[in-house]
């Protein structure tokens, strides 16, 4: 079955620890992004990535870091978490832009991550 | 600078009434707009995007450039049209051209 998946589902640590949220796509999609979805605020873009070793700044990329080693995974790092990092978090992938494909993004399921 | 503005955060209705959830947009160049849904416990995924001119769900949304608008309609909503539905815009070329700028979203809620 195509689609993205994110691990952990469900996070919840302490100020300061680094953790890595992993996403995995199983279509071939050169594009990848990640995204926070925080209430009154709807999803900002966080990093993303046009291929391989290719990655950009979304709008909001203080706190994170992201690599892009292999063309399935797009792991998103936070080296020192805090409190205002806790959000729903959002992976999503597409074939690179064309005019025709019009940038459909797929979305993962979603991680909850909780910081105290 | 782009932005995709949606006014309503709640939008309440009775099944069978019409329904309308606007979008405005600001975008210097050529934007695709598209709309997504997140079901309850489901992942966001996309409804239909304005290239298309497709009717999905029997939702549809014309692109007004004059207006800067992206407007879902339905003629007759359902109860499982409640979700949440967030308008979008990708711009064209550029290095924005991957890049989706979300609006803050509108829950619809269809009652019975």
């Known amino acids: 079955e195509a689609q993205v998946t994110q691990n952990p589902r469900y996070l919840i640590t302490v100020t300061g620890k680094k953790l890595t949220v992993t996403c995995s796509q199983n279509?071939?999609?050169?594009?990848m992004s990640w995204y926070r979805q925080d209430p009154g605020l709807g999803l900002r873009q966080i990093y993303y990535s046009m291929n391989v070793e290719a990655t950009d700044k979304g709008d909001v990329p203080e706190g994170y870091k992201v690599s892009r080693k292999e063309k399935r995974n797009f792991p998103l790092i936070l080296e020192s978490p805090s409190p205002n990092q806790t959000s729903l978090y959002f992976c999503?992938?597409?074939?690179?832009?064309?005019?025709?494909?019009?940038?459909?993004?797929?979305f993962g399921p979603g991680t909850r991550l909780t910081v105290l | 600078a782009q932005r995709v503005t949606q006014p309503e955060k709640l939008l309440s209705v009775f099944k069978g009434a019409p329904v309308e959830l606007k979008c405005n947009y600001s975008?210097?160049?050529?934007?695709?707009l598209f709309w997504y849904v997140q079901y309850s416990r489901q992942r966001l995924q996309l409804l239909l995007r304005h290239i298309s001119r497709e009717s999905i769900k029997g939702f549809t949304a014309d692109l007004n450039k004059g207006e800067t608008s992206f407007h879902l309609k339905k003629p007759f909503a359902q109860e499982e049209d409640s979700a949440m539905y967030y308008c979008a815009l990708s711009g064209l070329g550029g290095g924005a051209t991957n890049k989706l700028i979300f609006g803050t979203g509108t829950l619809l809620a269809v009652q019975p």
């Open positions: 975008y210097s160049g050529s934007p695709e």
């Open positions: 279509m071939n999609h050169e594009y």
């Open positions: 999503a992938s597409s074939f690179r832009s064309g005019r025709v494909l019009g940038n459909e993004q797929f």
